[in-house]
């Protein structure tokens, strides 16, 4: 039997998949009709999301969780992602989960660093 993973271990997981471009571990965690947000995106299914918001080389250098909370099945995260180009910004989303995937993300933009 799978052990369920904590919500938080999970959140931290999904940013480790993208630092690491594991789109396959990133692909398990997430509902089959997962939706993503952001200022650029209004629910755009999963195919979209990993078409637009995984790019097709390496990007990130590291990705930093400064605040992590979860209630019940809802977690907001502050983090800030430092690029191999020397730039970085923070953003913070807001991460929804059905049982144990993650059915919704909402990105909101922060600020380049």
């Not at 398990?28 to 299914?45: G, K, N, Q, V, Y």
């Not at 992602?81 to 990105?107: P, Q, Y």
């Amino acid at each position: 039997m799978n052990a369920v993973i904590p919500r938080e271990q999970a959140v931290r997981d999904l940013y480790a998949a993208y630092l690491a471009d594991r789109k396959d571990i990133a692909g398990a965690m997430l509902t089959e009709d997962f939706t993503f947000s952001s200022p650029r995106d209004d629910h755009i299914d999963r195919a979209a999301y990993f078409e637009r918001c995984w790019p097709k080389d390496p990007l990130f250098r590291a990705i930093y969780i400064e605040f992590l909370a979860v209630n019940g099945d809802e977690a907001v995260v502050r983090y800030r992602a430092e690029k191999l180009d020397g730039t970085s910004f923070a953003n913070m989303e807001s991460l929804r989960f059905r049982g144990d995937r993650i059915a919704a993300v909402e990105v909101y933009f922060g600020r380049n660093l």
